[in-house]
């Protein structure tokens, strides 16, 4: 291991986890526990403060200079992989909205009928004791939404619990309570987690979203929702997706907002590993703005869709991101209704049990617009 040692002499000059005008940030992806472990001490020797540090797939993130050559170091036999840590970003269209007031009485939007939720609700939990976390800006307080619990992976503190409002309103959609008030989600009675990756922006790193989804792995959560992607792989993120979909959680991904011209959907979604959510409207027909590739899974209503606002009322959004908690609740109802139904398990039978859209091909609707109340007949006859 000294010849390594040697090696991250350079790194030194990085020097903190702040980021300044010359430095970039990297992930540093290694083969083994003790070569991670090995890196750690002797960044620490030199000075150097990671970033991040990613044990569950042996990784750190840093600051180095951009011209610094580190070709020698990603030769090394110790190293799987050094790449440019990504940025993220929410998969919801840039435009206005307007806030509706409806704390005194409660309207199932138009999403939640269309997916067949109220159907799934009779006779099972609501998708009751299952884990949902929303890796997204955040969660913010809300009358119609109840936060077991919350974490930021952030590397410096925001102030709001959700600056943004993206990751509220994707909360709704998936688990907003059925108490006579505001709008009801596709699972109303999990427990609902805000994990936080994206900043008041809503944007991020891949680094961010690799240690949110190691989080959820440790503290045992169910089904992950991420209404969110990034154009470049990652050997990082694909390695932690890869690493929960074996501890069996149900990872559902938004498939990106480019439409026709996108030259494949967005990662994680694209990763086989994922569930990925295209975007639907009122009138059954793909949206214009979903993107088409290889990979999408299913297709679930994302246009005008009404949900939670950070200011506490409610508002409408459109967006592969607004497509894909319809999915992650009906997963939840899957697993309320059979808790050992695997991650695998899920997607094929969310697939096997979607409508078809008609003249759409598979790279833009997957399976089709997926049905929740099918989907939770066929997880409890699979018993």
């Not at 108490?179 to 596709?186: A, E, P, R, S």
Request: aromatic share 4%; charged share 20%.
């Amino acid at each position: 291991m000294k010849p390594l040692r040697k090696l991250l002499k350079p790194l030194a000059g990085a020097g903190s986890s702040k980021p300044k005008r010359q430095l970039q940030r990297k992930v540093i992806v290694f083969k083994n526990a003790r070569s991670y472990n090995t890196c750690l001490k002797h960044m620490h020797q030199h000075g150097v403060r990671p970033v991040k540090t990613m044990k569950d797939i042996h990784a750190i993130c840093f600051h180095v200079d951009k011209h610094q050559d580190l070709s020698k170091l990603h030769r090394h036999p110790s190293v799987r992989a050094i790449e440019t840590d990504g940025r993220t970003r929410s998969h919801m269209l840039r435009k206005k909205v307007r806030i509706h007031n409806l704390k005194n009485r409660q309207t199932t939007p138009w999403g939640i009928a269309c997916v067949g939720a109220p159907r799934a609700w009779k006779g099972s939990l609501s998708g009751s004791e299952v884990r949902i976390a929303v890796l997204d800006t955040g969660i913010a307080k809300h009358p119609d939404l109840s936060v077991s619990g919350r974490f930021s992976t952030l590397d410096f503190k925001e102030k709001k619990l959700d600056g943004n409002g993206h990751g509220t309103h994707v909360s709704g959609t998936a688990a907003a309570l059925n108490n006579k008030i505001g709008v009801v989600g596709v699972s109303p009675a999990v427990r609902l987690y805000g994990v936080k990756v994206l900043d008041s922006n809503g944007e991020g790193y891949v680094s961010d979203l690799v240690e949110g989804i190691a989080w959820c792995m440790k503290h045992g959560i169910q089904v992950v929702n991420m209404s969110l992607g990034t154009v470049e792989g990652s050997r990082a993120l694909k390695a932690i997706v890869r690493k929960a979909h074996r501890k069996g959680v149900v990872i559902i991904a938004s498939a990106g907002n480019e439409g026709n011209e996108a030259a494949s959907i967005d990662y994680p979604a694209k990763y086989k590993e994922t569930i990925a959510v295209a975007a639907s409207d009122r009138k059954n027909r793909v949206a214009g703005y979903s993107s088409r590739g290889a990979g999408v899974d299913v297709t679930a209503p994302g246009t005008d869709v009404l949900s939670t606002s950070s200011s506490g009322g409610y508002t409408r959004m459109s967006g592969t991101s607004m497509a894909t908690p319809h999915a992650a609740g009906t997963a939840a109802l899957m697993l309320s209704a059979i808790p050992r139904l695997s991650a695998s398990g899920v997607k094929a039978l969310l697939r096997r049990t979607a409508r078809n859209l008609k003249g759409y091909g598979a790279r833009s609707q997957g399976a089709g617009l997926i049905n929740a109340a099918a989907a939770v007949r066929a997880a409890r006859i699979r018993r």
